[in-house]
C-alpha cells in the first residue's frame, strides 16, 4: 500500500483526479505536453466538471490516435449519454462491442439506450442474446422495459414475475407488477403481490 501511496503522490495530476480535484488536475495537465493518457485524464476531469463538449473534444482526440482503446471509446459512450446524445452513446457502446462482443458493461449499457430510444424490438432482440449466458436480474429488468415497451403485457407480467421470484424485495419490479394484475383487471393478484412484499419488508 506504502509503495502505491508513494506512486501517486510522485504523480500530482493521478492524486488530483483520484480526490476529484478536476481543476487542480486541469491546470497541472495544461502545464505538460500533451500525450493519449494525458488528454484521457483532461477528458475525464471535463466530464467530472459536466464541460461535456470539451470532455467530448478530448475523448474523440484520444480516439483518433488509439481508436481500439476500448476503455476511451466507453468513456467517450458515457460522457455522450451524460450530455443527453442518446444515439451517439449508442454508437459507442456499440463500436466497443465491437473490439469486445462480450464485454457487460457495453451490452447493459446498450440495451438501456435503446429502451430510452424507444428501440424496442432491437432491445428484446439485444437481451435474448445476452440472457443465452446471463439470466441476472439486470436483464430481466431491460427485458421486461423491452417487452412492456412493445406492448407485450403478458411477456412483461412474466419478466416481472420471474425478477420478483428471484428478488422479493425489489420494491420496484414488485410495483410494475401490481400494477400490470391492476391493468389487467386482477385486483386480487396486485394485492397479493404487495401483501406478500409487506410481509417481507416488515421482517
Not at 458515457?78 to 451517439?88: M, P, S
Not at 407485450?152 to 428471484?166: A, G, Q, W
Amino acid at each position: 500500500v506504502s509503495l502505491s501511496l508513494t506512486a501517486q503522490q510522485a504523480d500530482p495530476i493521478r492524486e488530483a483526479m483520484a480526490n476529484y480535484d478536476y481543476e487542480t488536475a486541469l491546470s497541472l495537465i495544461s502545464q505538460k505536453e500533451p500525450t493519449p493518457q494525458l488528454t484521457h485524464q483532461k477528458a475525464q476531469a471535463l466530464r467530472g466538471l459536466n464541460r461535456y463538449s470539451e470532455a467530448l473534444e478530448a475523448f474523440r482526440q484520444v480516439i483518433a490516435r488509439e481508436p481500439e482503446n476500448i476503455r476511451v471509446i466507453l468513456d467517450l459512450a458515457e460522457c455522450c449519454k451524460l450530455a443527453g446524445r442518446f444515439n451517439e452513446s449508442l454508437k459507442g457502446y456499440e463500436q466497443a462491442l465491437t473490439l469486445d462482443p462480450k464485454n457487460k458493461y457495453a451490452q447493459l449499457q446498450r440495451i438501456t439506450l435503446l429502451c430510452v430510444t424507444e428501440q424496442y424490438a432491437k432491445a428484446c432482440q439485444a437481451c435474448h442474446e445476452v440472457m443465452k449466458e446471463d439470466d441476472s436480474t439486470p436483464i430481466l429488468r431491460l427485458m421486461a422495459q423491452a417487452q412492456e415497451g412493445m406492448m407485450r403485457k403478458d411477456s412483461t407480467l412474466h419478466y416481472y414475475k420471474t425478477i420478483v421470484e428471484k428478488e422479493p424485495q425489489d420494491y420496484l419490479s414488485v410495483a410494475k407488477l401490481a400494477n400490470l394484475h391492476i391493468e389487467l383487471k386482477e385486483p386480487k393478484e396486485a394485492i397479493a403481490i404487495t401483501e406478500k412484499y409487506r410481509e417481507k419488508d416488515s421482517v
